[in-house]
């Protein structure tokens, strides 16, 4: 009986398969690598104190006398004010207060709170959408076959609780 037994997904699957061979892959050229540069190297260290990541080799027997050759200009990295200076919540002058001293309360802010609520975040990747919604990825159904399907579950659903709720309602109004 196969009422039981999970159906194998065929992108899992797949992505097991790619997933071992990128690490026999990975180990090959980590043996490539050790034929082309035999032996235990010096172990390179990079300063954050010198300017574009300049990288020193220290050996454990050499003394540190021997430093490297830096610029003698400064390296300054451009700083945006903005990031620095804290934001202030909102401006607060007498037009925001009633003649009570009570604050007004802003309706515009709220109409924005309420959009920002309803349409959600921003994608980082448009297009990754675009192609999700589409169904361009193989394999993948697209977003519309699922809204349906989820939307007419959710008809369905509703309607068999309506009927339902309406036979209890029959049963206790002939009582």
Known sequence: MGWFKKKSDPISDRA????SEIASLEA????????LHPGPG?????????????????SVNAPAAST???SPDPVFEEINPERL???????TTAAHYNEMGLRKYD?????ERLRHFFHG????????????????????RPLRK???????????????????????????RSR
Not at 28 to 35: A, C, G, M, S, Y
């Open 107 to 111: 309706f515009p802010a709220l109409l």
């Open 85 to 91: 200076t804290p934001r202030a919540e909102l401006e």
């Open 68 to 70: 490297p050759t830096v």
């Open 42 to 58: 010096q172990p390179r260290l990079r300063s954050t104190a010198l300017p574009r990541g300049l990288t020193i080799s220290h």
């Open 146 to 172: 699922e809204k349906r399907v989820a939307r007419n579950r959710f008809i369905g659903f509703t309607l068999f609780l309506l009927v339902i709720l309406l036979g209890l309602f029959y049963i206790f």
């Open 16 to 19: 097991s398969a790619l997933t």
């Open 28 to 35: 090959q050229i980590k043996r490539l690598d050790e034929k």
């Open 121 to 140: 975040p921003s994608t980082s990747n448009p297009k990754l959408v675009s192609y999700l919604a589409a169904g361009g990825v193989q394999g993948l």
